[in-house]
């Protein structure tokens, strides 16, 4: 709104929406990571624990259906 009036704040808005998206998608890295890391080691385990056969790896379709069981609402 200022930019209206004041053209240089125009640059610091964009500036400051820069930060601020690089800075979001910075913060949501590690627990991406961590998220992963967990379904690697546990994928099997949960598989198992709400019924399901997992013999090897989680592989895509046996996470697709660990994703069905557990999913509320949909």
């Known amino acids: 709104m ?3 009036w004041w053209w240089p704040a125009a640059l610091i808005a964009a500036g400051t ?3 601020g998206w690089r800075r979001g998608r910075a913060a949501t890295d590690a627990p991406a990571e961590l998220v992963e890391a967990g379904v690697d080691l546990y994928g099997r385990k949960l ?3 709400v019924g399901l056969p997992s013999p090897g790896p989680l592989t895509r379709p ?3 259906a660990v994703t069905r069981v557990l999913r509320k609402g949909t």
Request: aromatic share 8%; net charge negative.
């Open 47 to 49: 598989a198992t624990a």
């Open 62 to 64: 046996a996470g697709e």
């Open 17 to 19: 929406f820069l930060a």
């Open 2 to 4: 200022l930019a209206a």
